[in-house]
């Protein structure tokens, strides 16, 4: 492990957990990366200066948030909740979604600098806000792209709420907004409800590098909403990517974040000169995050050992120059004749492998609910609740037992439930990604 953070902010660390020894011929290498920030605002009394964050709040105005009114009701609350956790200036705006995007607050194009004055004038025009028109979600992430770069803020962040599906754009203009936007702000994302589509929300989210949650009663929206934004507001270095090198002759396999959630950054690399390449990781507050990363490496004999890849923590220089690294760690490759060493599994590789097959088989074993093949349902979600009990996954195993009833935890025996609430379908297919830590 190395650190080479300036002591002004957070300070990085990485940690590397692997089993690098290999048998003669050997070729893949897994490790566990473990990146940690500490001593930031979040951590201390001290917070960050004035200025350093820029917030636009997306809300959904279609003519479904009045059905019940409860939802109109509760996104406004939420959206008044999440200005009182605003920082004293921090630049904000209020967007209302429809099929066009529109602004609620300060309007011209611009941002207010929050304070007592300015929450008030927002939460005012929070009241005036009513429910008609459609839903193009592109066109609401645009509008926030444009607010946001206008702000000379480190952080940027999105809070996104939608009640139903995006039935007025193409999924193609969904797509394209959210590449146009990708690395220019972070976009938290929640559906309020069960009319909305578990796919395009968390797909925003991840697009943005943000999370993706159901809230499905409206009196949830407020206390949500607050914890967004204290989170966004904890966050003090924006635009970290993980960055891998490679020797010669070695292949990529895979780079997923595997804590708190799983999400595969494998196709989202960037080159960075010879035989490197980042993976974005959005923006850091005081938190630590761990990484798997897979590569193959070149044959070799007993007794050799090479260098597989070194990851670094980098920010890139606002001006253009060299980026700052932040911290680095090495995975390594050893060949060995000594049976016991090369199969041994390490614990958090092991761990994390089973957290990655859990998300996998609870979203392919309700395609399969949905889809009336109760047989493969059964059998995927059986391997569900048997991966979440053996990893201690409290959180995911109470879900799952909401759409199946356990009859053995440990083996995986599941009968499918003939009644389950559309919510708890969509809440486990929304958490499904979220993981545990290995347990020390």
Known sequence: MANFSKPTG?????????????????????????????????????QPAAGSAAVVLMLDCSGS????????????????????????????ALVAGTHVAKEVYPGGGRLAVADARTRAQAKDALRRLSADGGTA????????????????????????????RNEHETPEALRAALDACAGRFTCDARGVGTDWDVEEVRGIASALLGTADIVADPSGLAEDFTTMMENAMGKEVADVALRLWTPVGVEIAFVKQVAPTVEDLTGRRTEAGPRAGDYPTGSWGDESRDYHVSVRVPQAAVGQEMLAARVSLIVPDPAGGTPTTLSQGLVRAVWTDDLAMSTSINPQVAHYTGQAELADVIQQGLDARKSGDHDG????????????AASGNADTAKLLSKVVDVVDAATGTVRLKAKVAEADEMTLETRSTKTVRVKK
């Open 137 to 164: 979600i592109g066109t609401w992430l645009r509008l926030a792209d444009r607010l946001l770069s206008s702000a000379d803020a480190r952080i940027r962040h999105g809070i996104l709420l939608t009640d139903g």
């Open 377 to 388: 349902a059964t059998a995927k979600l059986g391997r569900a609740v048997q991966l979440a």
């Open 10 to 46: 957070p300070q990085f660390s990485v940690d590397v957990y692997q089993n690098e020894y290999l048998p003669e011929g050997g070729r893949d290498v897994s490790a566990i990366v473990t990146v940690t920030a500490t001593g930031g605002g979040t951590a201390t009394a001290a």
């Open 65 to 92: 948030m009045e059905y019940p009114g409860s939802k109109m009701r509760g996104a406004r609350e939420a959206a008044a909740a999440a200005i009182d956790t605003l920082r004293d200036g921090t630049s904000f």
